[in-house]
C-alpha cells in the first residue's frame, strides 16, 4: 500500500469521524488509566458499567486505595480476571500517591512502571489522555492494520512501529481511534462486513467478498 492511498483512507474515516474518542467512560487522567487496566481481555462495555459504579464512590488514587482490595473486587468482579486486575489497580493507586502526588504521569516508562500497565495501556492513556500520537495496537487495529494492508506485521510491536512509520503525521493523533472503531464495528473478525466499508475501495484485502450474504 502506497502513502496516497493510507491518506485517502486515513480522510475518508475523518470525513466519517472527525472527533473520535474512546468508547469508555473517564472524566479525567485517573478515571481513564483504571478504565483501559481494566479492558484488559474485556469489553468497553463491561468496563463501563462496573466504572459508571465504582466512581460514584471512588475516583481517585487515595479513594480506591482506601476501599482495599477486598472492596474493589466487588465492583469489578463482572470483569474478566478482576483478581488480578483489583490487585494490581491497588498496588498502582499506592504508587500514584507515593511517587507522583496522585496525578498520572505523562511519561511512557514511568507509566509502564505501574502495575498492571503494558505498553498498550501507556499509548491509550498517552493518547487520549494527553494528545500524544501513539497508536495502541489492540486486536481490533492489529486485524485491520494486516487486513488493509494499511500496516501489516507478524506480531504487535511490529504493526505498531510501522503504523508509527506509515500513517501520514496529521492523522496519527487519531488513528487509534478510527482502527478500533473500524476493526470493532465494521472489519470484524468473523467476517468483515466489506459491503459496508466506507474504505472498501481502497482496501487491500484479498479475501475481499463481492457483497456480504
Partial sequence: MNREKRIAIFSILREQNPKPRTELHYANEFELLIAVILSAQATDISVNKATDKLYLVANTPQAIYDLGEKKLKTFVQSIGLFNTKAKNIIKTCKILIDDYNSVVPE?????????????????????????????????????????????????????????????????????????????????????PLCSQCIIRELCEYRQKPSADI
Fill in 107 to 191: 511519561d511512557r516508562a514511568a507509566l509502564e512502571s505501574l502495575p498492571g500497565v503494558g505498553r498498550k495501556t501507556a499509548n491509550v492513556v498517552l493518547n487520549t489522555a494527553f494528545g500524544h500520537p501513539t497508536i495502541a495496537v489492540d486486536t481490533h487495529i492489529f486485524r485491520v492494520s494486516n487486513r488493509t494492508a494499511i500496516a501489516p506485521g507478524k506480531n504487535v510491536l511490529e504493526v505498531e512501529k510501522r503504523l508509527e512509520r506509515l500513517v501520514p503525521e496529521e492523522f496519527k493523533r487519531d488513528a487509534h481511534h478510527w482502527m478500533i472503531l473500524h476493526g470493532r464495528y465494521t472489519c470484524i473478525a468473523r467476517k
